[in-house]
């Protein structure tokens, strides 16, 4: 198992331009996740998947968008990329279990700077 | 709201000693509570995974602890080693979402 996968792993983008990060698992994991993790902080929710076709917003959805079309697959669309968005930013997947979540599998991250 | 807080944010330590890494989060009722470990650069590695029936897991030389009713959790480190380094996130989940809420994180240097 690749577990999971993030494209790009690093990305330089101009205000105003719009980019697609993408995420793929292949555990078959119901639930999905994207955090952003800025300098010297935790991770922040930005939305979140139940399964395909089912995506809820966390606490940092502002500026970003999702679809959750398969199982595998939960791409992040920024649309108008602004300097507060740059980040790392981490897909993560679990499986529900009585009384909440398992474990979360986390990708390699992808490092974004807007300038 | 959940606030979950890591104290020290980083701490120095000889190879070969015990350690504590500290959390705290401030409503008790949680489903679970997640210790990672992230290396510069790098995604996370869950470590362990304690459930709110729980009161603590062992994996290898690391064992973390629960305790509800005062919102804390601890990670022990034994014989640490200079490998040990990174840092360690702690982060709760107190909905069905599984949406997890994550400490600041503290930076785990084991010297030589």
């Known amino acids: 198992n690749a577990g999971v996968t993030q494209t790009p792993k690093f990305r330089i983008l101009k205000i105003g331009q719009s980019m697609t990060l993408q995420c793929t698992q292949d555990?078959?994991?119901?639930?999905m996740y994207w955090y952003r993790q800025d300098p010297g902080m935790g991770l922040k929710l930005i939305y979140y998947?139940?399964?395909?076709?089912?995506?809820d917003k966390g606490e940092v959805p502002n500026g970003y968008n999702v679809s959750r079309s398969t199982t595998e697959d939960f791409p992040l669309r920024l649309e108008l990329a602004a300097p507060s968005q740059t980040s790392v930013y981490f897909c993560?997947?679990?499986?529900?279990?009585?009384?909440?979540?398992?474990?979360?599998?986390f990708g390699p991250g992808t490092r974004l700077t807007v300038l | 709201k959940q606030e979950v807080t890591q104290i020290p944010a980083a701490l120095s330590v000889p190879e070969g000693e015990n350690l504590v890494l500290n959390c705290s989060f401030t409503?008790?009722?949680?489903?679970?509570l997640q210790w990672f470990r992230q290396d510069p650069g790098k995604g996370l590695t869950s470590l362990l995974l304690?459930?709110?029936?729980?009161r603590e897991q062992t994996s290898g030389r690391l064992n973390a602890s629960l305790d509800k009713s005062s919102g804390r959790s601890t990670l022990y480190i034994a014989a640490s080693q200079p490998g040990d380094s990174a840092t360690y996130l702690c982060?709760?989940?107190?909905?069905?979402?599984?949406?997890?809420?994550f400490g600041q994180g503290t930076e785990l240097s084991v010297k030589p």
């Open positions: 993560a997947s679990s499986l529900p279990i009585a009384g909440g979540t398992d474990t979360q599998y």
């Open positions: 998947s139940v399964g395909a076709g089912i995506t």
């Open positions: 982060a709760v989940n107190d909905n069905q979402g599984g949406k997890l809420i």
């Open positions: 304690i459930q709110s029936s729980q």
């Open positions: 409503d008790s009722a949680i489903y679970n």
């Open positions: 555990m078959n994991h119901n639930y």
